[in-house]
T-cell receptor, first 112, second 113 residues
Framework: GNSVTQMEGPVTLSEEAFLTINCTYTATGYPSLFWYVQYPGEGLQLLLKATKADDKGSNKGFEATYRKETTSFHLEKGSVQVSDSAVYFCALRSGGSYIPTFGRGTSLIVHP | NAGVTQTPKFRVLKTGQSMTLLCAQDMNHEYMYWYRQDPGMGLRLIHYSVGEGTTAKGEVPDGYNVSRLKKQNFLLGLESAAPSQTSVYFC????????????FGSGTRLTVV
């Protein structure tokens, strides 16, 4: 079956630091890959996605590249802000499946 | 742009009481889902629906029932609430295409005492 593994948190950074949150996956076929963000007290929001190998998704300064050879989709940001403090979920969706697969989430805490 | 709307936002129930959580989406999405989120457990799928009039069990369906009589609404029922059902419940919707993301509601925080 499909699975998504994320690095455990919390990840604690100072403002303007570089961020990487690792995500690796196993899946049949050629899934689409997603990153979602959940701010405190809110639901998940789609942050970015990539639908085929070597695609790069980007949004709000965050980026992730679909690496089929390493089955990875790591989230990066060059300079984090306090407002980026949230929980980040990596997810995949296979074309033939009704059900998405989510990672367990990684909490990011950014200090001023 | 309402997206996915969940009602109520908060609720406290006594053990044994029943309630229904409502999810409404205005995007004409085919697929709808109910999840629960507990600390350290990530998201767990309760039930889902791939079209009006259809429902299916997810990972943790026991103690819950669902109905999808109208395409835009997906109801989650608790017939006899238990403290183990204290959680935050999220509804989500999507389209069938594999490259389509999911739109989530803002959640219902339920406490069973």
């Amino acid at each position: 079956g499909n699975s998504v593994t994320q690095m455990e948190g919390p990840v604690t950074l100072s403002e303007e630091a570089f961020l990487t949150i690792n995500c690796t996956y196993t899946a049949t076929g050629y899934p689409s890959l997603f990153w979602y963000v959940q701010y405190p007290g809110e639901g998940l929001q789609l942050l970015l996605k990539a639908t085929k190998a070597d695609d790069k998704g980007s949004n709000k300064g965050f980026e992730a590249t679909y690496r089929k050879e390493t089955t990875s989709f790591h989230l990066e940001k060059g300079s984090v802000q306090v407002s980026d403090s949230a929980v980040y979920f990596c997810a995949l969706r296979s074309g033939g499946s009704y059900i998405p697969t989510f990672g367990r989430g990684t909490s990011l805490i950014v200090h001023p | 742009n309402a997206g996915v709307t969940q009602t109520p936002k908060f609720r406290v129930l006594k053990t044994g009481q029943s309630m229904t959580l409502l999810c409404a989406q205005d995007m004409n999405h085919e697929y709808m889902y109910w999840y629960r989120q507990d600390p350290g457990m990530g998201l767990r799928l309760i039930h889902y629906s791939v079209g009006e009039g259809t429902t299916a069990k997810g990972e943790v369906p026991d103690g819950y029932n669902v109905s999808r009589l109208k395409k835009q609404n997906f109801l989650l029922g608790l017939e006899s609430a238990a403290p183990s059902q204290t959680s935050v419940y999220f509804c989500a919707s999507s389209e069938p295409q594999g490259n389509y993301g999911y739109t989530f509601g803002s959640g219902t925080r339920l406490t069973v005492v």
